[in-house]
């Protein structure tokens, strides 16, 4: 099912048990069998830290419908990368619109940088977003700390989940009395180079800003199919005029001068101008919604519309230049 939205999200989520259960040993050798000898056909993410596995069943514990998810340490992350290991099943419980397909298609990270439409991309990214607001408009507010391009799958029929939240943490409230829950202290660095925001570096803390900071790299690696690393600096022009947005977007994507225009005033919004000048999540989300819903009319009417080829008017346009426009059929 497609990942539902943030009011939606909150009527489909049952009710949480107010302590979660204590962790229990299972045998490396189960885990061995469950994942297939940690196959690489059975892995859906990789961090920092470790790299996370699927499986249906494990004989030690309860049967889930939804299977289990395991993840391993890297040789040589050292006593952080363990720490935050054994920390993450202590983690917050989340909503299925922010966790992954148990089976991903793609991620985000790899179509950006194939042919994935325009309005395939979009659809995407709003889901993404609509995850990340459901999450910080929880009581207390969680943070997903870790957005990236390479941690929003794709199931197969297009639809976007926001995965990797074995990082997720609840917000505190902030100092001075107020219970205002803002956001999370912290002394580990959390986050992928180029999506990572510098007031993690500096304040040493996460909040709404710097998971919105994230979201804005991600828009951007979408828009232009490239890395995330360096890639705010690359764009630096384009950026300060977003009219000249489609110079940086993915041919292949078939993006419309509008579409990188709003997009890049997106990114700037939400990743490049100060704290106190940033865009907050809840204004960007609608304006992702509005370009979903205007890829979606100008698919309609290009459907609708007779593209055959310039050359032999008798076959569908299917040759794919490098602008990203198809002129002519196969033959």
């Avoid at 990340?132 to 929003?152: C, E, K, Q």
């Avoid at 106190?276 to 509005?290: G, H, N």
């Amino acid at each position: 099912a497609a990942p539902a939205a943030p009011d939606a999200a909150a009527a489909s989520v049952p009710a949480l048990p107010a302590a979660a259960a204590p962790p229990a040993a299972v045998p490396l050798d189960e885990l061995i069998a469950a994942t297939d000898g940690f196959a690489e056909a059975r892995k859906v993410g990789e961090g920092g830290f470790g790299r996370v596995y699927r499986c249906g069943a494990l004989p030690s514990l309860p049967r889930v419908a939804c299977g289990f998810a395991i993840k391993t340490a890297l040789v040589g992350v050292g006593a952080q990368g363990l720490a935050e290991l054994q920390s993450e099943p202590r983690g917050p419980p989340l909503p299925r619109s922010s966790r992954a397909a148990a089976a991903p298609h793609a991620r985000l990270r790899d179509a950006a940088s194939a042919a994935l439409l325009r309005a395939a991309r979009l659809r995407v990214l709003r889901d993404a977003a609509s995850a990340l607001h459901y999450l910080h408009t929880r009581s207390p507010m969680i943070l997903h700390r870790d957005v990236s391009a390479g941690n929003i799958l794709l199931d197969e029929r297009g639809n976007g989940y926001l995965a990797d939240v074995w990082s997720s943490r609840a917000a505190e409230a902030t100092a001075g009395g107020s219970q205002q829950v803002s956001h999370l202290s912290t002394q580990r660095i959390f986050g992928k180079p180029g999506y990572m925001d510098s007031i993690i570096m500096h304040d040493g803390q996460a909040s709404q800003l710097t998971d919105g900071y994230a979201l804005g790299s991600t828009l951007l690696v979408a828009l232009t199919g490239r890395g995330a690393l360096g890639l705010l600096n690359a764009c630096d022009d384009a950026l300060e005029e977003p009219d000249t947005a489609e110079s940086i977007a993915a041919a292949d994507a078939g993006w419309s001068a509008a579409q990188a225009e709003e997009l890049a005033r997106l990114v700037v919004g939400l990743a490049l101008v100060k704290k106190k000048k940033r865009m907050p999540l809840v204004e960007a989300l609608p304006r992702l919604e509005a370009l979903v819903e205007a890829a979606g009319e100008m698919e309609e009417t290009a459907g609708a519309e007779e593209r055959l080829c310039d050359l032999c008017y008798d076959a569908p346009r299917s040759v794919r230049f490098a602008c990203g426009h198809a002129l002519y059929c196969e033959t």
